[in-house]
């Protein structure tokens, strides 16, 4: 059976059990303790030596990564999910680049602050967050997905964080589209989401 090496507040684990259970695949889930340090264990590091949830293992196929796990289930069991021609697969990785760096550095770092006590620049990851929300909005003025013509991993990508930015002090109400968009996601079958935080809970 497949395991999942998971934290249920990381957004990036998150992902993952977004799309195997949108996939409706049966798994085992692992959790890591990453606030007792467990991740630095020498068990996982040999799983992931960059100690990072999440980690698939499927039947020894060990992967780690948020996209690389996403994109390969897709491979693997839903390939509608992440087409195959040039075209598509070039849209979807222009939308897993913007997941690993614009979120990641805006709504994402912004949540990292509130959540779990990270020591980066609040303001400037709320900044960085307008600039991108304000892409994205706009790009969804003409289409109800962010990469293809039809739901995909870039969907599931950028997801998460998205989603829990308020939780980061960064506000949603001014993005229609975008909250349309989110609510697309939500009513997809198999949607399953990430528990809000209150901030601070997790520190
Ligand atoms: N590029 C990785 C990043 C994953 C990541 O940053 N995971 C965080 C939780 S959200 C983590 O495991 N942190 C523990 C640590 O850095 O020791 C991915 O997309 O999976």
């Known amino acids: 059976m497949i395991k999942l090496y998971d934290f249920p507040l990381s957004g990036h684990a998150h992902k993952a059990r977004l799309m195997l259970s949108l996939l409706n ?11 007792k340090g467990e991740q630095q264990s ?3 590091l040999t799983l992931n030596p960059f100690h990072h949830v999440p980690v698939l293992d499927d039947n020894g196929l060990v992967i780690r ?3 690389a796990i996403i994109t390969y289930l897709a491979k693997k069991y839903g390939t509608e999910w992440y087409p195959n021609d040039a ?3 070039a849209r979807i990785q222009e939308w897993l680049a913007v997941s690993t760096k ?12 509130n959540v779990f006590g990270a020591g980066l620049d ?4 709320i900044e960085k967050s307008h600039e991108l929300l304000t892409i994205i909005e706009q790009h969804l003025s003409s289409r ?30 001014n993005y229609p589209n975008i909250n349309a968009w989110l609510a697309r996601i ?14 601070g809970l997790a520190v």
């Not at 695949?25 to 606030?35: M, Q, T, W």
């Not at 614009?102 to 602050?113: H, K």
């Open 25 to 35: 695949i049966e798994y085992e889930r692992i959790e890591v303790a990453l606030a």
């Open 42 to 44: 020498e068990h996982f």
């Open 65 to 67: 990564d948020s996209n």
């Open 87 to 89: 075209q598509s697969s």
């Open 102 to 113: 614009e979120v990641s550095e805006g709504p994402g770092a912004a949540r990292l602050v």
């Open 122 to 125: 609040h303001q400037a990851a």
């Open 144 to 173: 109800e997905w962010i990469a293809i013509d039809r739901v995909s991993v870039a969907d599931i990508a950028l997801f998460t964080y998205i989603a829990h930015a308020p939780e980061g002090d960064v506000s949603l109400e």
């Open 186 to 199: 939500e009513a997809l079958e198999g949607f399953v989401g990430m528990p809000k935080t209150a901030v």
